[in-house]
């Protein structure tokens, strides 16, 4: 996957305005990934056509080059397609707050059960458990062994009862015991059938529950998508949790429960361990998926760099020519900083290594520019024509800072090159720019 579209970043670089045509191809990798991640057809779709779109006409104006542009855009949209924030779980106000789990056999809804008493015990309340699985003694022997292990009471009666009348008995007991929280586990299928979905909604209409959580196995992929609309449009859910995260799975399954469902994926499995369960971070999830979560972390610091303000004042500035040498600082100095984030930088696909030595460079020269532009008269920052037209204030800016008259010289045409490129990068091409010639 990272190879896919580490090329279709590489085939960005260098250009410096994301198009209608040099996206084509990024985006065919991106959709070819996400394939490959497991997300289901009518999902990559959708995404594909929404990242495109938003894409066309972004440019390098705010600190950041089209190709991490575009990664921005790619992981955003992902994040939103998994629901962007963490969904906490929500609590019953009064009574105890009851979680019914369901999902196919074997995706972990029994080690579920008893994580999510252990997380929730940690958090203060108190848990208690129901054996709903009466299919298979093992079942109900398993969730009493795990319910030992974190601590937490099981409500168990025999394989003879049924789920509705267990539910019921086990809800009756928590009350009397005034437990905070209430789980039930029940008993999956290898597929979905009427009888286990007729069962469930006999449950639910007992437990009357805060949270229907799907457990779906972070491996099921593609089939996620109509595993989860079915069991909405049947039972109804109020949200999912992903197991099986430890494996190698891509995580597509992710991507399809919000979007077919509009529930969100509360939590997440990474482990055998009672401890692996924790919220399910959409950032993270994105990262994952792209497998370059690091990216995330450089375009958001790219972004405290340049903020929004300050490059929409520098747009106008550049619509009308006006870039001067305080504008060229500021640039400079953020792109400077950007460098900085060598470590950050090295991680993304396209970007190769930044040297420490490259690092020094860019430092270095900009404490020269530094150093020239400190000496400048408010007038000359402003006007850097001034400087262009006057070889005597050259010498005067060289001679105070220190620094040789090529030095200066080469400033004066550095801003102006940049004026040109981003006036073009604008597409305010009209009348063009150009680059005078020092007199
Ligand atoms: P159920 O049939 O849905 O109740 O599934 P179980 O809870 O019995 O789990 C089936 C198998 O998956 C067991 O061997 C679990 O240990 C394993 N399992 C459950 N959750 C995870 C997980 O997050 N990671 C890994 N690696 N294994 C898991
Ligand atoms: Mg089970």
Redesign the pocket.
Known sequence: LTSGLESAWNRLKGEEVLTKENIVEPMRDIRRALLEADVSLPVVRRFVQTVSEQAVGVGVIRGVRPDQQLVKIVSDELVKLMGGEVSELTFSKSGPTVILLA?L????????SAKLALYLKKQGKSCMLIAG?VYRPA?ID?LVILGKQVDVPVYAVGTDVKPAEIAKQGLQEAKKKNVDVVIM?TA?RLQIDKTMMDELKDVKRVLNPTEVLL?VDAMTGQEAAALVTTFNLEIGITGAIL?????DSRGGAALSVKEVSGKPIKLV????RME?LEPFYPDRMAGRILGMGDVLSFVEKAQEVMKQEDAEDLQKKIMSAKFDFNDFLKQTRAVARMGSMSRVLGMIPGMGKVTPAQIREAEKSLQIMEAMIEVMTPEEREQPELLAESPARRKRIAQESGKTEQQVSQLVAQLFQMRVRMKNLMGAMEGGGSVPALS
Do not use: N
């Open positions: 999902g056999q074997g995706v972990g809804k029994t080690t579920v699985d079942a398993q586990d999956g457990v197991t099986k995260l430890d494996g499995g990474r482990g055998e692996d």
